[in-house]
């Protein structure tokens, strides 16, 4: 099977403390690898956690809270003085380019690699990128500033030829392209062949949605319908749902809420407010309504 998986970088809200960072995370699929957010300090824990950076093409950043791309400066420039040459791709918020644009033009530097800019809107569910590995869709969510999640999606296999069923047939090899589209076809005789009887079901797609930060936001529930793993923060707990509610930010009941609305199969919490050192009470919180419930520790690898 395909490799997918979440490696996590930083997992706490606002700033560093009780050993936790920023919100940074890689995501995985068959070998390319996508950085979603970038706080302080991102390009040390892709170091410690021994992410290959050049593998790295495309960078997503949710929203312009410092916590999650004041370190992007730093991984740019650090890629400039590593004499990248490969194309990045910077997904975000429309000011984000002015800031680095900025940034770079005051200290003078002059990039040896190809800079791109997409500017990512949050009122309604978009496609970004479309790759032969899977599809990356922003997706609206409700924070004080204009923030979006991001769902990568696996795209759907093909149908499988099952050679000894078809070798019953007369079909032409030219019809073998339609059979795994899942069509049915004609044998050589002009009789219909039917998909089901010649061909078996591809693998199935997986998707993962990084929704962080957010209020608890309905709207949400339809764009991450049935995804197989859904980060969804949780900063507080419910006790201090009306803090949550101040700062437009989750508890983790309500995080495990939307896990249930959405089908979820796993829910990871993260974005945990420093008031919380043992973070145990956040999980079992979640557990009380949604039981597949893992917390997104640092350097810890989530399979999707």
């Known amino acids: 099977m395909t490799e997918f998986n979440i490696t996590i970088l930083g997992s706490n809200s606002a700033i560093f403390n009780h050993g936790r960072h920023p919100t940074a995370q890689v995501v995985n699929i068959n070998n390319a690898c996508f950085l979603v957010d970038c706080g302080e300090g991102t390009q040390e824990r892709l170091y410690e956690n021994k992410i290959k950076w050049f593998k790295i093409d495309h960078i997503f950043i949710s ?10 400066i730093g991984l740019l420039t650090t890629f400039n003085l590593l004499k990248r040459t490969n194309k990045l791709t910077v997904f975000g918020p429309k000011e984000l380019k ?12 002059k990039m040896n690699y190809e800079l791109k800019f997409v500017a990512t809107k949050d ?9 032969p590995e899977c599809s990356v869709y922003s997706i609206p969510l409700h924070h004080k500033l204009p923030t979006t999640g991001f769902l990568f999606a696996e795209k759907t296999e093909p149908r499988l030829l099952d050679l000894e069923k078809i070798r019953k047939y007369a079909i032409a090899k030219t019809d073998f392209k339609l059979l795994k589209q899942g069509l049915d076809v004609l044998d050589k005789d002009g009789r219909k062949v039917k998909n089901s009887a010649v061909t078996t079901k ?5 998707s993962y949605a990084f929704c962080s930060d957010t209020m608890y936001h309905i709207p949400l529930v339809k764009a991450i319908k049935n995804v197989d793993l859904l980060y969804h923060e949780a900063t507080f707990l419910h006790e201090d749902l009306q803090r949550a509610k101040e700062t437009t930010h989750s508890t983790a009941l309500q995080a495990a809420q939307i896990a249930k609305k959405a ?4 829910l990871l919490l993260g974005h945990f407010s420093s008031r919380y050192i043992d973070l145990s009470v956040l999980e079992n919180e979640a557990k009380t309504f949604f039981k597949n419930v893992e917390l997104a520790i640092e350097g810890g690898v989530f399979k999707v």
């Open 63 to 72: 929203h312009l809270h410092g916590d999650h791309y004041f370190g992007l």
């Open 98 to 109: 002015k800031i680095i644009d900025i940034q770079l033009k005051v200290s003078n530097t």
């Open 123 to 131: 009122d309604e569910k978009r496609l970004l990128l479309d790759l």
């Open 202 to 206: 591809g693998k199935t797609p997986r």
């Open 263 to 266: 089908n979820a199969k796993k």
